[in-house]
């Protein structure tokens, strides 16, 4: 009677243990503006490659994840702070952002490139063709980043707190071009109000790697995410979420 106590009691902690270990749940933060990599559909539900991916994650990690969105200028903070655990929101691996937060191997590689209107043909993308132009791009974005260093002595750049506002003004006629993540860039072009517009020159950036970030030093978290990442680009499971979005692969 003893030992079948002994052993119901084992079972129990047991049961216990493998629940509280499929039972952990983590939040993934996201910006949810920002097409087709993460925004909301009609029904307000946040989609896109970078929750497509982070939910791959989760499944592979076997932890349950939810998101939390947040606004862009303050999703680092956001991410410090504990309102999340991880942010899979296109966020480009800097030697400035290493400062604040840690990342994961990247997910994706991004470019750089500018629109403009298709009716000015001889728009080109040189610094001295540049000159006196107004260029918009998204506020805290590697693209700002670029503007303000390579250019921020020859044009005018206005920096926007959403991928979409920069669009509206590029639409009344309140810039000349956005510099903007050539995939972003790409799935605008399709859309209705994308259409007088098209790619200008040679992407200026090509060496743009997108990570996964947590909080400095969350090495066990960093490392589950890794392990995760790898065997979902091996298993094709990355491959499937690439080809729903992309006719190309971005990895």
């Known amino acids: 009677m003893q030992t079948c106590k002994k052993f119901l009691l084992a079972a129990a902690v047991s049961m216990a243990f493998s629940a509280s270990a499929f039972a952990e749940t983590l939040k993934m933060g996201i910006e949810a503006a920002y097409p087709p990599f993460n925004n909301k559909d009609a029904s307000g539900q946040v989609v896109g490659f970078d929750k497509d991916i982070g939910d791959a994650l989760c499944a592979r990690m076997k932890v349950e994840c939810s998101v939390v969105t947040s606004d862009w200028d303050g999703i680092i903070p956001?991410?410090?702070?504990?309102?999340?655990?991880?942010?899979?929101?296109?966020?480009?691996?800097?030697?400035?952002?290493?400062?604040?937060?840690?990342?994961?191997?990247?997910?994706?590689?991004?470019?750089?490139?500018?629109?403009?209107?298709?009716?000015?043909?001889?728009?080109?993308t040189d610094k001295d063709s540049l000159k006196g132009k107004i260029i918009g791009a998204q506020r805290s974005t590697l693209a700002g980043s670029w503007l303000e260093d390579h250019l921020g002595d020859d044009v005018t750049i206005k920096l926007y707190d959403t991928q979409e506002n920069a669009y509206l003004d590029l639409q009344a006629g309140r810039l000349d071009a956005i510099l903007a993540d050539k995939y972003v860039n790409y799935e605008w072009l399709k859309s209705e109000a994308g259409k007088p517009?098209?790619?200008?020159?040679?992407?200026?950036?090509?060496?743009?790697?997108?990570?996964?970030?947590?909080?400095?030093?969350?090495d066990a978290l960093r490392e589950k995410l890794n392990a995760a990442l790898k065997e979902i680009i091996a298993d094709g499971t990355y491959k499937k979420?690439?080809?729903?979005?992309f006719p190309f692969s971005i990895l």
Do not use: C, H, W
């Open 241 to 245: 979420i690439n080809d729903k979005y």
């Open 197 to 218: 517009y098209e790619f200008k020159g040679n992407p200026v950036e090509e060496s743009d790697k997108i990570g996964i970030a947590v909080r400095k030093k969350d």
């Open 78 to 124: 956001a991410l410090q702070t504990r309102k999340f655990d991880f942010l899979i929101s296109s966020m480009s691996i800097t030697e400035e952002r290493k400062q604040a937060v840690d990342f994961t191997d990247p997910y994706y590689s991004n470019k750089l490139q500018f629109i403009a209107a298709k009716k000015d043909a001889e728009f080109k």
